[in-house]
Protein backbone atom coordinates (compact mmCIF):
# COMPACT_ATOMS: atom_id res chain seq x y z
CA UNK A 1 0.00 0.00 0.00
CA UNK A 2 1.38 3.25 -1.14
CA UNK A 3 1.65 6.36 1.18
CA UNK A 4 2.18 9.89 1.03
CA UNK A 5 2.85 11.49 4.45
CA UNK A 6 4.07 15.53 4.14
CA UNK A 7 5.45 17.86 6.90
CA UNK A 8 6.91 21.10 7.26
CA UNK A 9 4.13 23.52 6.72
CA UNK A 10 3.91 26.59 9.28
CA UNK A 11 3.37 30.52 9.39
CA UNK A 12 5.76 32.46 7.94
CA UNK A 13 6.39 36.09 7.11
CA UNK A 14 6.28 37.53 3.85
CA UNK A 15 10.21 36.94 2.62
CA UNK A 16 10.53 34.00 4.72
CA UNK A 17 11.39 30.47 4.27
CA UNK A 18 9.98 27.13 5.19
CA UNK A 19 10.94 23.55 3.64
CA UNK A 20 8.02 20.66 2.97
CA UNK A 21 8.85 17.12 3.21
CA UNK A 22 6.97 14.28 2.05
CA UNK A 23 8.01 10.52 2.60
CA UNK A 24 6.72 8.22 0.30
CA UNK A 25 6.55 4.46 0.75
CA UNK A 26 5.08 1.36 -0.65
CA UNK A 27 6.48 2.01 -4.22
CA UNK A 28 8.19 -0.98 -5.73
CA UNK A 29 9.32 1.23 -8.53
CA UNK A 30 12.14 3.56 -8.53
CA UNK A 31 10.57 5.53 -11.41
CA UNK A 32 7.90 7.51 -11.14
CA UNK A 33 6.69 11.54 -11.03
CA UNK A 34 6.03 13.24 -8.01
CA UNK A 35 5.05 17.04 -7.39
CA UNK A 36 3.49 19.29 -4.84
CA UNK A 37 0.35 21.14 -5.59
CA UNK A 38 -1.71 23.57 -3.35
CA UNK A 39 -4.97 24.77 -2.93
CA UNK A 40 -6.94 27.62 -1.44
CA UNK A 41 -10.34 27.12 0.14
CA UNK A 42 -12.94 27.77 -3.09
CA UNK A 43 -10.41 27.49 -5.49
CA UNK A 44 -9.28 24.64 -8.19
CA UNK A 45 -5.97 22.73 -6.96
CA UNK A 46 -2.57 23.94 -9.09
CA UNK A 47 0.56 22.44 -9.52
CA UNK A 48 3.59 24.33 -8.13
CA UNK A 49 6.67 21.74 -8.91
CA UNK A 50 6.61 18.40 -10.22
CA UNK A 51 10.02 15.91 -10.49
CA UNK A 52 10.29 12.23 -12.01
CA UNK A 53 12.45 10.23 -9.84
CA UNK A 54 13.94 8.43 -12.12
CA UNK A 55 16.27 11.64 -13.40
CA UNK A 56 15.23 14.10 -10.85
CA UNK A 57 14.16 16.11 -13.42
CA UNK A 58 12.37 19.23 -12.30
CA UNK A 59 9.19 21.32 -13.33
CA UNK A 60 7.81 24.52 -12.23
CA UNK A 61 4.58 26.99 -12.08
CA UNK A 62 5.72 30.20 -13.69
CA UNK A 63 4.45 31.34 -9.82
CA UNK A 64 7.13 30.02 -8.31
CA UNK A 65 9.65 29.78 -10.43
CA UNK A 66 13.18 31.19 -8.98
CA UNK A 67 11.90 31.15 -5.31
CA UNK A 68 11.08 27.43 -5.07
CA UNK A 69 13.31 24.13 -5.37
CA UNK A 70 11.46 20.96 -5.27
CA UNK A 71 14.47 17.55 -4.60
CA UNK A 72 14.67 14.59 -4.08
CA UNK A 73 16.80 12.15 -2.00
CA UNK A 74 16.28 8.55 -3.01
CA UNK A 75 17.74 7.25 -0.13
CA UNK A 76 15.13 8.27 2.08
CA UNK A 77 12.14 8.40 -0.61
CA UNK A 78 11.95 11.73 0.26
CA UNK A 79 10.72 14.89 -1.85
CA UNK A 80 11.24 18.12 -0.35
CA UNK A 81 10.20 21.55 -1.46
CA UNK A 82 12.02 24.44 -0.33
CA UNK A 83 10.81 27.89 -0.76
CA UNK A 84 11.97 30.69 -0.61
CA UNK A 85 11.20 35.03 -0.84
CA UNK A 86 7.51 33.46 0.70
CA UNK A 87 4.71 35.94 -0.13
CA UNK A 88 0.87 36.31 0.89
CA UNK A 89 -0.29 34.80 -2.17
CA UNK A 90 1.47 31.88 -1.68
CA UNK A 91 -0.68 30.96 1.17
CA UNK A 92 -2.59 27.62 0.79
CA UNK A 93 -2.88 23.68 1.50
CA UNK A 94 0.13 22.04 0.14
CA UNK A 95 -0.23 18.52 -0.86
CA UNK A 96 2.44 15.85 -2.21
CA UNK A 97 1.25 13.75 -4.83
CA UNK A 98 2.65 10.86 -7.11
CA UNK A 99 1.88 8.47 -10.16
CA UNK A 100 3.44 5.02 -11.45
CA UNK A 101 2.11 5.46 -14.76
CA UNK A 102 3.16 8.92 -15.75
CA UNK A 103 6.51 8.95 -17.61
CA UNK A 104 9.46 11.03 -17.68
CA UNK A 105 8.34 13.15 -20.99
CA UNK A 106 4.44 13.60 -19.42
CA UNK A 107 5.57 14.16 -15.50
CA UNK A 108 5.43 17.99 -15.35
CA UNK A 109 3.71 18.99 -18.56
CA UNK A 110 0.81 19.36 -17.65
CA UNK A 111 0.87 18.85 -13.80
CA UNK A 112 -3.48 18.75 -13.21
CA UNK A 113 -4.42 17.18 -10.25
CA UNK A 114 -6.74 13.88 -12.01
CA UNK A 115 -3.09 13.15 -13.27
CA UNK A 116 -2.03 11.55 -10.15
CA UNK A 117 -3.23 8.95 -8.33
CA UNK A 118 -1.61 9.02 -5.15
CA UNK A 119 -2.33 12.14 -2.73
CA UNK A 120 -0.92 12.95 0.80
CA UNK A 121 -3.11 14.76 3.66
CA UNK A 122 -1.88 17.88 3.25
CA UNK A 123 0.20 20.46 4.98
CA UNK A 124 -0.95 24.15 5.56
CA UNK A 125 0.98 26.90 5.01
CA UNK A 126 0.32 30.54 5.69
CA UNK A 127 2.27 33.38 4.83
CA UNK A 128 1.81 37.26 6.49
CA UNK A 129 2.27 40.30 5.20
Known amino acids: QVQLVESGGGSVQAGGSLRLSCVASGYTSSNYCMAWFRQVSGKEREGVAALFTGDGRPTYADSVKGRFTISRDNAKNTLTLQMNSLKPEDTAMYYC??????????????????????WGQGTQVTVSS
Open 97 to 118: AADRLLGRRLCGAYMVPNEYTD
